[in-house]
């Protein structure tokens, strides 16, 4: 697996928990169309405050790995749609190239081209943190999507899911279905995306410390690389090391549709699963209930729809009309929640 491949790889779901005035309950695109949903439109229209009522021109300067799966596509997608949204904001995206590198040489044309704004998802965010840094030094706010700058100065405004969270999320599920099945001393499988991503880590260590407070731990755990193939392979592994298993927490839906041939493959059925950013799929698996798959945690790709309306409030000096401050907050963490058989039909129309 290249690391082109790796990078065009990454995704997750997760719903907005906090309130963001501007879009972050705003839906997911599902489709390749960039048009404006009713949701983007009608939150655009109904922003307090006179937020919506058209302003100074604003250009939004956009990058984010190639849209050639589920939740980065969806990422772009709803960033086009929001913008659209919007009469008075101007929508620039640049392409993300194979690499970091090829990112920030692209990025760096696109601070030439003097944006108001740069709305960003780069492929590492430890290798993009001097491009963050030389945008803001030329006085073009960078908002930061998902993958963190280490230094915050490179940034005016970050947006992510709450990785560790996820864990958290997946872990307290996992937790209270072994309880109530009376297992006292589980066999617990973790397939995670690429680990050398610190989103990763983050994940599997929501998952680990949960797991511990309650007296369980991770059997076995085996990296995957958030696509099919990897995630069949990784399953496939886990289940020669682990002659019975009780619970698994796949980190990634798409990497799990993998994970679920491996299962039927070696018609390992014992166990029960969690999965992690909410794909479409996986939500209609979930409501079936034909599969091993019993929830999954979600990361959203709506941070982009919301990061699209913030840049244009900081591009025009306004703030968050339900906030008191006179500025669009600096860190904005988003919150996940579990989809089970129970909800899975009020998030459909949510997934990727």
Known sequence: MTQHSRDLSRRRLLFGGAALGAGALLTACTSNEAAPTAAQTKVA???AGGNSTPGKQVTIGFSAPAADHGWIAAITNNAK??????SDVKFTSVEAGADAAAQRAALSTLVAQKPDVI?????????????????????????????????A??????????NYGMGVAAATFIIDQLKAKGVSNPIIGEIPGIDSL??????????????????????NRRPAEF??????????????????????WNHDDDQGIGVLAAVNQANRKEFFMVGGAGSKKAMEDIQADNTVLKATVTYSPSMASSAISLARLIGQGKGMSDLVELQVPKEIVLASETITKENASNYLKLGF
């Open 45 to 47: 229209e109904a922003a």
């Open 81 to 86: 749609a929001q913008a659209g949204a919007y």
């Open 119 to 151: 709305v960003l998802l780069p492929h590492d965010g430890k290798e993009l943190n001097a491009f963050g840094l030389e945008a803001m030094k030329a006085g073009i706010p960078v908002v930061n999507l998902d993958r963190a700058f280490p230094d």
């Open 153 to 162: 100065r490179a940034y005016r405004l970050q947006i992510k899911g709450d």
């Open 198 to 219: 610190e989103l990763t880590q983050e994940r599997s260590k929501g998952f680990a410390d949960t797991l511990a407070a309650s007296g369980f731990k991770v059997a």
């Open 227 to 248: 696509t099919a193939d990897s995630g069949q392979q990784a399953a496939t592994g886990l289940f020669q090391a682990l002659p019975k298993i009780d619970a698994i």
